[in-house]
C-alpha cells in the first residue's frame, strides 16, 4: 500500500502530539507538586460529625508545646460560615509557622486564603492540612470557592497575622 508523504508526516505529526499530550497530563499529575490531601491529613472518624473528633471540638489556634513560633489552626468550614475565621478572625503572630488543619462537618467548601497560595477542599470525612508560613503582619481575607448552597457568596472570614507582642494564643473559636 503505498501512503502519501504528506499523510506519512501528519500521521507521525498526530501521534508525536499525542504523546506530547500525555506527557504533560501525566508531569501535571506527578511533577507539578500537585497534591489531593495526603493521607497523613487522618480521616475524620465518623464524617457526618467530626466536630466529635477530639481536635475540631474547640476549633481555634493552639500553640505547639516545645516548639517556638508553631501553631495548630482546626478550621470548621460549614454553611456558611469558617469558625473560627468568620465571626472572628483568625489571628497567628508573624513569623510564625502554622499548621492549618480543615474540615466541614456538611457538605464539601473551599479554604482559600485570598492573595496567597493557600486554598484547599474541605471535604466531611476528610482532614486537609496545610503548613503555612506568615512571615509578616497582614490580613487576609478567606473565601469559599466551592458552591455549598444558598448563602455560600457570603461565606468569608478574615485571617490577621499580627505582632507577636499584640498575640495572645487562647485556643478556642
Ligand atoms: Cu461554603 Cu461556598
Known sequence: MEIHRYERLWTVAALLLIVAFIGTVAYGALGAGVQMVADDGGTVADPQSPTD?????????YRVDGEENRYEVYVLARQFLFQPGTSQPIEVPAGSTV???????????????????????????????????????????????????????????????VQPSEFDATGGA
Open 53 to 61: 473528633s477530639p481536635n475540631f471540638q474547640e476549633p481555634g489556634v
Open 99 to 161: 499548621d492549618l488543619y480543615v474540615t466541614s462537618p456538611d457538605v464539601v467548601h473551599g479554604f482559600e486564603v485570598a492573595g496567597t497560595n493557600v486554598n484547599v477542599m474541605a471535604i466531611p470525612g476528610q482532614v486537609a492540612k496545610m503548613t503555612v508560613e506568615f512571615e509578616e503582619t497582614a490580613e487576609y481575607g478567606i473565601v469559599c470557592n466551592e458552591y455549598c448552597g444558598g448563602a455560600h457568596h457570603t461565606m468569608e472570614g478574615q485571617i490577621r497575622v
